[in-house]
């Protein structure tokens, strides 16, 4: 079986120092928060290129908490993608505002710039793009277009740790970016785990105290907040996992090309289109086709696994029923939800490993 990720290849090789970083923890049973966590921050800040790093108990804590420290509630909407995990508009409606979509790009599947401006209303208080499968969206037109509505920016890197926009990395563009470590991410703890990267003082400040019951000190509480603080355990795996992400992002992106070379042109496949101002990291290798289904037979009967991010797109997911919107809402995102499959691309798959899945592909199309 070819499986979508592989963590256990991905954590084998880095066995002996990950069990040496969780036994410092708990010899100096550091579970909440401390040492181990505070070492992660400074090097992912240093990392993205960023002043402050809070690191959050999950990628959906991470942006519900950037935007209730910029004041965002009941009464506002934030706009953000359809084309996403559900996380992306839940963290928005966890603050009492509203999502608002704006479709996406039929090849990147990313904030299409052309349709986001008439979205934009007086109760508009962000704008939340998605790196989707790990490529930037197109930050310079989203940045001017919110700056001229004097909007900040979230970005929405659960998908793109090491991902880079012009000289940037993603994350350090807007006000704030947020990042998951969800096990499967391309940096992934030992359980739940997410991040706020920010420049401003004012909100890594805020994400501080929202994370710790609103507490800027033991048994002092300024604001109602959550208990929303990484582990120890989990800032000690990530602190020993952040100097090999650089190498495994490069290992995906030489995978990526191989399925690039391999697949073009074969039957009506249409590959992930990667633009000139960035960087990504291929979180995901995620392809269109009107054959979906062959595909998956031909998956099955070779052995590998079979993945459609994301099946239904968010604005007619039942959670959202309440929004109003219908089929043909979204037709871009409707379109691509029918056509996505994801093939497994992981720093670990093998040349091998990857023929059979190429060659999986390639017969569904012959005839
Ligand atoms: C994974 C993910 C999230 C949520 O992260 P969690 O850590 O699972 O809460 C949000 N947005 C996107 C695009 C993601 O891929």
Redo the contacts with the bound molecule.
Sequence with gaps: MIPLVDLKANIAPLRAELDAAMRQVVDDTAFILGPAVERFEKAFAAYIGVKHCVGVQ????A?QLAFLARGIGPGDEVITVPS??F??AEAISLTGARPVFVDVEPDTLNLDVSQLERAITPKTRAIVP?H?FGQSADLAPILEIATRHGLPVFE?A??AHGASYGEKRCGSLGLAG?F???PG?NLGAFG???AITTDDDELAMKCRRLRDHGSPEKYRHTLVGFNYRLEGLQGAVLSVKLPHLDRWNDARRRLAQRYDEKLKGVGDLQLPTVRAYGRPVFHLYAVQSAARDRVFASFEKAGVARAIHYPIPIHLQEAYAGLGHGRGSFPVSEKAAERLLSLPLFPELTDAQQDVVIDAVRSAFKQ
């Design positions: 999950s990628g959906t804590a942006l996403s995990f996380a992306t998605v989707l929405d659960c998908q947020a998951s470590f969800y991410k739940e785990g997410g």
